[in-house]
């Protein structure tokens, strides 16, 4: 995903039904580029970073490009 500083999206993991999986654990690889909170990214400064959920023992990875 390539998003402008301050822009802001929506990240949801679902299943093969397109139902939210509300279980997965998040984590942001460099948090001065962007925040995860309650499923919003907000991209903070230019950079690139992963957004990793993790659910039942399966890593997956969202790679955010922030650019101007």
């Known amino acids: ?5 301050d822009e802001q999206f929506t990240l ?22 962007c925040s995860f909170e309650s499923n919003i990214v907000t991209a903070l400064t230019i950079g690139t970073t992963e957004i990793t959920a993790s659910y ?3 890593k997956y990875t969202c790679v955010v490009r922030v650019v101007e």
């Open 1 to 5: 995903v390539t998003i402008h500083t």
């Open 12 to 33: 949801l993991l679902v299943d093969e039904n397109k139902n939210e999986i509300k279980e997965a654990e998040w984590s942001v690889g460099d948090k001065d580029i």
């Open 56 to 58: 039942d023992g399966v």
